[in-house]
């Protein structure tokens, strides 16, 4: 069995995934209506889905919730790679941390339109 994808659901859907697009290095796949589904592909074979909360699922996303109750992280081969991506992200005005070590990994993170918590890091023993 492997993982399918990852289903981020947020109430400003388009901003989300644009952000992935613009910052992370995602392709569009697939849009339906600009604030009712996105489908996202990295060139890792990851596959990205943006979609609102649903609620029959419990309609639960972090915006409305107020808080972080879940964090992404991505993987970066090389240390230099994070310093990189941490200052093509600094100009977008998102909030960040600074790189930092942190166990075991060199990483930072910051909170994407739609209040979710993502982690960019590099792990010497990944």
Partial sequence: ?????????????AETATFFIEHLGFTLVE????DAFY?????????????????????????????QT??????????SQVENAYRRILPSGIRTSEPE????A?????????NILVEIGHRPDA
Avoid: T
């Fill in 39 to 67: 489908r996202l592909a990295d060139d890792a074979g990851m596959v990205l889905v943006i979609s609102p909360p649903i609620a029959r699922l419990g309609g639960g996303d972090q915006v409305s919730l107020g808080a």
């Fill in 70 to 79: 879940y964090h992404i992280g991505f993987l970066l081969p090389e240390r």
């Fill in 101 to 104: 070590e942190r166990h075991g």
């Fill in 106 to 114: 060199y990483v930072f993170y910051m909170v994407i339109p739609g």
């Fill in 31 to 34: 849009a339906r209506g600009k």
């Fill in 1 to 13: 069995m492997r993982l399918n994808h990852l289903d981020l659901h947020s109430p400003i859907v």
